[in-house]
């Protein structure tokens, strides 16, 4: 496996109940990642900003507050999104978050859609059990205080969506399942498939693909074998009912095309289309101000109207309105 390029790590977001949690960076709550859909990609991207994590972090979860890490080395963090999760209407185990955050500030740009991985780009590629993985999360043991510092583990695709799996709240989901360690913290994380860095059919360089969010793992369950165990100082039967729970070192991977099917769902494509339809009127309104103008030296419509300026403006008319 090469080196990962350093940007993947900034992508990943934290998770907590409450503001408190998030300022000390308390060992609770799972991840995310910030994805970006891009309006313009010179000199820099800029675009519609999303945070995407596991549904159950939100629902069962209760993390309502968002922890991302900044240009300057520290932490920023975004209160109150209850509202603002949109859940896959099909009750695949995902949600994202629709976000303003200055491109200033924070440090992570997104992943772009050229990282999606698609089933004609596992076609082409000719991705499958034994490419390699790599997961980027929040490792609750040792996750960072400052800012978020999330670890990466490896592993393998271990078997394809073939056949949906079933989770805890009882629906069948299509996901990968990938042999690396999930554990509380990791829920959420983006995992990327790393396939031979050289395509021997087509001769060229194959790059790191997002895979997809990591759901969590799998499970199974034991019996307790001992049948009697000690407890302060006695001795006590165990229930012949008890079990334990191993963790299987299976993932379930959701595959990054459920993704993409949630931020072009019927929803948030209204969203954007009319953010656009606002963005575009003020910038035919400021045109016409500069038209009218004696001074031919004033900067361009574009200079004093850009697409992230408006979007930080439609940002502080939410957040007054709330």
Same mark, same amino acid.
């Given at each position: ?22 300022i ?12 970006v ?31 991302v ?16 999760w ?43 059990p034994?490419d ?35 989770? =805890? +709240?009882?629906?069948?989901? %299509?996901c990968?399942? !990938? &042999? /690396?360690?999930?554990?509380?913290g ?25 895979l ?13 074998i ?7 100082? =006695? +001795?006590?039967?165990?229930? %012949?009912?008890?079990? !334990? &729970? /191993? ?22 494509m209204?969203?954007?289309r ?8 003020e ?14 030296e ?25």
């Open positions: 496996m090469p080196a990962l390029p350093p940007e993947l790590l900034d992508t990943v977001v934290y998770l907590y109940p409450d503001t408190d949690a998030a000390k960076g308390e060992r609770m709550g799972g991840c995310g990642c910030l994805v859909l891009p309006t313009q990609t010179e000199p820099y991207v800029t675009g519609f900003m999303y945070i995407v994590t596991a549904s159950h972090n939100v629902k069962e979860g209760q993390t309502f507050v968002v922890r890490n900044t240009r300057d080395g520290g932490m920023g963090i975004i209160e109150n999104t209850q509202p603002g949109t859940h896959h209407k099909y009750g695949d185990d995902l949600s994202v978050l629709s976000i303003n955050l200055e491109y200033a500030t924070v440090k992570s740009r997104g992943l772009t859609p050229d990282w999606f991985i698609s089933k004609e780009r596992m076609e082409q590629y000719k991705i499958g034994g390699e993985t790599f997961m980027v999360g929040r490792f609750v043991s040792h996750e960072g205080k400052q800012k978020n510092t999330p670890a990466v583990r490896f592993g393998n695709i271990a078997m394809m969506p073939h056949e949906p799996v079933r989770t =805890r +709240r009882g629906l069948l989901q %299509e990968f399942l !990938v &042999e /690396t360690r999930s554990l509380p990791y829920s959420g994380s983006p995992v990327f498939v790393h396939p031979y860095p050289f395509n021997y059919f087509k001769r060229e360089i194959v790059p790191p693909m997002f997809g969010i990591d759901m969590g793992h799998l499970t199974d369950s034991r019996p307790v001992k049948k009697d165990v000690w407890r302060q100082g =006695r +001795r006590e039967k165990v229930d %012949e009912n008890w079990i !334990v &729970e /191993t963790n299987t070192g299976m993932s379930c991977v959701i595959p990054a095309w459920k993704v993409w099917e949630l931020l072009h769902s019927e929803e948030l209204e969203q954007r009319q953010v656009l339809e606002e963005f575009e009127k910038k035919a309104a400021s045109s016409v101000a500069f038209d009218s103008a004696d001074d031919s004033s900067p361009s419509p574009l200079t004093q109207l850009g697409f992230e300026d408006f979007l930080k403006r439609v940002s502080r008319k939410k957040s007054s309105k709330t």
